[in-house]
Nanobody
Protein backbone atom coordinates (compact mmCIF):
# COMPACT_ATOMS: atom_id res chain seq x y z
CA UNK A 1 0.00 0.00 0.00
CA UNK A 2 1.42 3.34 -1.08
CA UNK A 3 1.51 5.90 1.71
CA UNK A 4 3.06 9.24 2.58
CA UNK A 5 2.79 10.21 6.24
CA UNK A 6 3.76 13.69 7.43
CA UNK A 7 4.84 14.57 10.97
CA UNK A 8 6.50 17.42 12.81
CA UNK A 9 3.83 20.07 12.60
CA UNK A 10 2.70 22.10 15.59
CA UNK A 11 2.52 25.51 17.17
CA UNK A 12 5.60 27.73 16.97
CA UNK A 13 6.28 31.38 17.73
CA UNK A 14 7.20 33.82 14.97
CA UNK A 15 10.90 33.53 14.19
CA UNK A 16 10.99 29.93 15.30
CA UNK A 17 11.83 26.76 13.37
CA UNK A 18 10.21 23.44 12.61
CA UNK A 19 11.27 20.40 10.63
CA UNK A 20 8.57 18.45 8.86
CA UNK A 21 9.12 14.82 7.93
CA UNK A 22 7.33 12.71 5.36
CA UNK A 23 7.83 8.96 5.51
CA UNK A 24 7.06 6.98 2.38
CA UNK A 25 5.99 3.35 2.31
CA UNK A 26 4.95 1.01 -0.46
CA UNK A 27 7.37 2.57 -2.93
CA UNK A 28 10.95 3.87 -3.10
CA UNK A 29 11.48 7.62 -3.17
CA UNK A 30 14.81 7.41 -5.02
CA UNK A 31 13.24 7.80 -8.46
CA UNK A 32 10.54 10.29 -7.55
CA UNK A 33 10.21 14.04 -7.77
CA UNK A 34 9.27 15.15 -4.26
CA UNK A 35 7.51 18.23 -3.03
CA UNK A 36 5.93 20.15 -0.20
CA UNK A 37 2.70 22.07 -0.54
CA UNK A 38 0.57 24.05 1.86
CA UNK A 39 -2.99 25.25 2.08
CA UNK A 40 -4.21 28.00 4.35
CA UNK A 41 -7.91 28.47 5.16
CA UNK A 42 -9.74 30.04 2.25
CA UNK A 43 -6.72 29.80 -0.06
CA UNK A 44 -5.67 27.50 -2.85
CA UNK A 45 -3.03 24.86 -2.31
CA UNK A 46 0.43 26.32 -2.95
CA UNK A 47 3.51 24.47 -4.13
CA UNK A 48 6.29 25.76 -1.90
CA UNK A 49 9.23 23.49 -2.67
CA UNK A 50 9.98 20.62 -5.04
CA UNK A 51 13.08 18.62 -5.82
CA UNK A 52 13.97 16.36 -8.72
CA UNK A 53 14.74 12.66 -8.31
CA UNK A 54 18.41 13.33 -9.05
CA UNK A 55 18.40 16.23 -6.55
CA UNK A 56 19.92 18.59 -9.09
CA UNK A 57 16.83 20.72 -9.68
CA UNK A 58 14.99 22.53 -6.89
CA UNK A 59 12.13 24.96 -6.78
CA UNK A 60 11.16 27.30 -3.96
CA UNK A 61 8.22 29.66 -3.94
CA UNK A 62 9.22 33.28 -3.42
CA UNK A 63 7.33 33.29 -0.15
CA UNK A 64 9.68 30.72 1.41
CA UNK A 65 12.94 31.23 -0.49
CA UNK A 66 15.90 31.59 1.87
CA UNK A 67 13.93 30.29 4.84
CA UNK A 68 12.83 26.76 3.89
CA UNK A 69 14.98 23.82 2.72
CA UNK A 70 13.77 20.60 1.15
CA UNK A 71 15.83 17.43 1.46
CA UNK A 72 15.53 13.70 1.29
CA UNK A 73 17.13 10.69 2.95
CA UNK A 74 16.74 7.81 0.55
CA UNK A 75 18.06 5.31 3.08
CA UNK A 76 15.17 6.24 5.36
CA UNK A 77 12.75 6.74 2.46
CA UNK A 78 11.87 10.10 3.99
CA UNK A 79 11.50 13.66 2.80
CA UNK A 80 12.10 16.69 5.01
CA UNK A 81 11.21 20.35 5.05
CA UNK A 82 13.32 22.53 7.33
CA UNK A 83 11.47 25.74 8.06
CA UNK A 84 13.31 28.66 9.67
CA UNK A 85 12.30 32.18 10.59
CA UNK A 86 8.65 31.22 10.51
CA UNK A 87 6.04 33.92 10.03
CA UNK A 88 2.32 34.01 10.88
CA UNK A 89 1.54 33.85 7.16
CA UNK A 90 3.22 30.42 7.05
CA UNK A 91 0.28 29.03 9.03
CA UNK A 92 -1.32 26.29 6.94
CA UNK A 93 -1.76 22.56 6.52
CA UNK A 94 1.42 21.21 4.94
CA UNK A 95 1.35 18.27 2.55
CA UNK A 96 4.14 16.22 1.04
CA UNK A 97 3.86 14.71 -2.41
CA UNK A 98 5.76 12.41 -4.73
CA UNK A 99 5.49 11.73 -8.43
CA UNK A 100 7.46 9.29 -10.57
CA UNK A 101 7.21 11.20 -13.84
CA UNK A 102 6.41 14.87 -13.29
CA UNK A 103 9.15 17.45 -13.38
CA UNK A 104 9.78 19.92 -10.60
CA UNK A 105 8.04 22.64 -12.58
CA UNK A 106 5.05 20.49 -13.48
CA UNK A 107 4.66 19.37 -9.91
CA UNK A 108 5.22 22.55 -7.91
CA UNK A 109 3.77 25.17 -10.22
CA UNK A 110 0.90 23.12 -11.60
CA UNK A 111 0.25 21.52 -8.20
CA UNK A 112 -0.22 18.04 -9.63
CA UNK A 113 1.17 14.88 -8.07
CA UNK A 114 0.48 11.18 -8.11
CA UNK A 115 0.86 10.60 -4.38
CA UNK A 116 -0.13 12.88 -1.48
CA UNK A 117 0.19 12.73 2.27
CA UNK A 118 -2.69 13.51 4.62
CA UNK A 119 -1.23 16.81 5.84
CA UNK A 120 0.13 18.23 9.08
CA UNK A 121 -0.91 21.51 10.67
CA UNK A 122 1.64 24.26 11.20
CA UNK A 123 0.54 27.26 13.24
CA UNK A 124 2.80 30.28 13.71
CA UNK A 125 1.52 32.51 16.47
CA UNK A 126 2.68 34.30 19.59
Amino acid sequence: QVQLVESGGGLVQPGGSLRLSCAASGFTLDYYTIGWFRQAPGKEREGISCKSSSDDIQYYADSVKGRFTISRDNAKNTVYLQMNNLKPEDTAVYYCAADRFRTVQAMCVSRFSNYWGQGTQVTVSS
